[in-house]
């Protein structure tokens, strides 16, 4: 059953919904995933993502992932958890820059202890909105960066 959380949603528009992925999601959230990639990872080419698809496929399958969805039922973005790393979060790009990436990212820090994830080091974007809701860079390598986040006490 959807959770409805106006408290949390309401955002231009009206109240959104965040909901537990459904299987007959798998394709839209699999474009996300794609687009996204693509877009924010200019400096990896392009088949690379392509070849990740059956990979990934699988693995959102394995993970614990919301939807948000719009009024009209559309997709608009998602995040991925396994345990307590986030393994993704995407947003559709007609969608972005709305507030959706931090009201997933929000729904998901309210229901955790604690957070961690891997940005690529390019993807100043990236890690710059992590910063922005209380991830810290923990480690960092020529290619990659990662961030935790614990709930306060």
């Not at 309401?10 to 299987?23: D, E, N, S, W, Y």
Request: glycine residues 10%.
């Amino acid at each position: 059953m959807p959770i409805f959380y106006p408290g949390i949603l309401a955002t231009k528009g009206g109240p959104k919904m965040i909901r537990k992925m459904h299987p007959d999601d798998l394709d839209t959230i699999m474009e996300i995933w794609l687009v996204g990639n693509l877009d924010a990872h200019a400096f990896i080419g392009a088949q690379y993502w392509r070849d990740q698809l059956p990979a990934v496929r699988t693995a959102i399958q394995a993970a614990t992932v919301y939807c948000y969805l719009l009024p009209n039922g559309t997709i608009a973005g998602f995040v991925g958890l396994t345990g307590d790393y986030l393994a993704g979060l995407f947003v559709a790009r007609q969608y972005r820059q709305q507030g959706i990436g931090g009201q997933l990212l929000t729904f998901v820090q309210r229901r955790s202890q604690k957070l961690a994830l891997d940005a690529y080091r390019q993807n100043q974007r990236a890690v710059s909105f992590y910063q922005r809701h209380g991830f810290t860079i923990s480690q960092q390598d020529q290619a990659s960066v990662h961030l935790i986040w614990a709930a306060p006490e």
